[in-house]
């Protein structure tokens, strides 16, 4: 073949300005596609706008939830504590007296920590000085079902409960880390020797397995309220019921006061409503 | 061959040495684990005892996705008698003895299974009883 310099320099020279040119070229002849793009982009923004307000999604199927009612626990100081043990006693939950240790289902916080959101400036007496009943806010979206790699804990599609499954569980708490509302405890050690009395009919949980509220669950499936629920008949202090359903007592309540719910800026749409 | 009288009876050893395991053993059978039959005189079990025998483990594990997923906590009736379905609930009512029942073919056949990890057996339930 002949090689020669000034066939070597004709095809480098013709090739660098093909390579050149080429970039500049493809952009002329797509300004139209580009521009498309963006009068699409335009167009989504304000649908997009619509979904993420702050209003939730139209309801479907039965979603559970509940209504605590702070001023029937300020009426009564004892209620709570009532709830508690009884959702302690349902649930085999041992009582470790060690805050990195402990186990919560239902329990005790203030104002502050249960609604850091909110400004406790001048706040009233009785929101100062009682403790909130707080638990697993069984969220519409939510994020320790997103962080859980096993699908360990899940939602119930027939009711919106997240539940879970401790056979799965592994241990790694990503949803301890997810969950914004510190409602899931991981048991360090053995649960057993922590647990007073058992419940024959609820199992207990192992070393390495993370836990929280289960709505009851099981107590449904008998048609039984809640334990935390019961512990509080007749007081009105906790009301529980389908959200979705506009002929339910609690929606009655959430029609008819104002609630309050925790941290709603997430986004994670909690199912438990406060009436402060 | 060379030192035959070294070889042969040293093979003959070693070979009686090897398979001593049989000899000592080969031609007794284990005793068999004899489960429990129900202390409360059941007959029948959720399914047949053969199906129980082989797949009682597949059994438990859709029990389990059922009840914690599909939230199917269904009542088992078996002979006219209703149980929730679950370990604790349904096998433990008839089966009430973990030691002389599940754990006599599970020591036998070298499974350790981590129900009792987290389920209470009857007798760690009576252990710490709800009074009320």
Not at chain 1, 228 to 235: F, H, Y
Request: proline share 7%; net charge positive.
């Amino acid at each position: 073949m002949d090689k020669q310099r000034r066939n070597f320099l004709k095809i480098a020279s013709v090739t660098a300005l093909a390579g050149i040119g080429a970039p500049a070229l493809v952009r002329l002849t797509s300004t139209a596609a580009v521009a498309s793009e963006h009068v699409a982009a335009a167009g989504h923004a304000p649908a997009k706008e619509k979904a993420g307000a702050h209003g939730e999604a139209a309801p479907k199927g039965v979603r559970l939830g509940m209504v605590i009612d702070m001023r029937r626990f300020v009426e009564n100081p004892r209620l709570l504590n009532n709830a508690i043990a009884a959702c302690n006693l349902v649930h085999n939950i041992p009582q470790i007296d060690n805050s990195k240790s402990e186990i919560k289902w239902l329990w005790k916080a203030p104002f502050t920590s249960v609604f850091p959101e909110q400004s406790a400036y001048h706040a009233a007496g009785n929101v100062e000085n009682t403790s909130f009943a707080v638990l697993c806010n069984h969220c519409d979206d939510p994020p320790c079902v997103r962080a859980c790699p096993t699908q360990a804990t899940f939602k119930i599609p027939g009711n919106g409960i997240i539940a879970m499954d401790y056979h799965r569980c592994i241990g790694c708490r990503f949803c301890m880390a997810a969950c914004p509302y510190g409602a899931r405890s991981f048991n360090w050690e053995d649960p057993r020797p922590y647990i007073k009395k058992y419940n024959p009919d609820f199992p207990t949980r192992m070393r390495g397995v993370v836990e929280k509220c289960n709505f009851c669950g099981e107590r449904l499936a008998l048609g039984q309220e809640p334990a935390c629920v019961e512990a509080c008949k007749g007081t009105g202090a906790m009301v529980f019921g389908d959200l979705n359903d506009p002929k339910s007592e609690i929606r009655r309540l959430l029609d008819k006061e104002f609630t309050i719910q925790r941290n709603a800026s997430l986004g994670t749409k909690p199912s438990v409503f406060y009436i402060v | 061959m060379y030192n035959k009288g070294t070889i042969i009876p040293g093979l003959v050893i070693f070979v009686l040495l090897v398979t001593s395991p049989i000899w000592f053993n080969g031609f007794k059978a284990a005793t068999p684990p004899k489960p429990e039959l129900p202390p409360g005189g059941e007959k029948n079990c959720v399914m047949p005892k053969e199906y129980m025998r082989d797949n009682h483990m597949v059994l438990l594990n859709q029990w389990r996705d059922s009840v914690l997923r599909e939230e199917e906590r269904v009542v088992v009736t078996v002979d006219g008698k209703n149980y929730r379905k679950g370990l604790q609930m349904a096998c433990m009512q008839c089966h009430s003895n973990k030691e002389k029942f599940c754990d006599t073919c599970h020591t036998y056949a070298d499974v350790n299974p981590y129900c009792w990890d987290c389920h209470l057996t009857p007798k760690e339930a009576a252990s710490k009883e709800v009074t009320h």
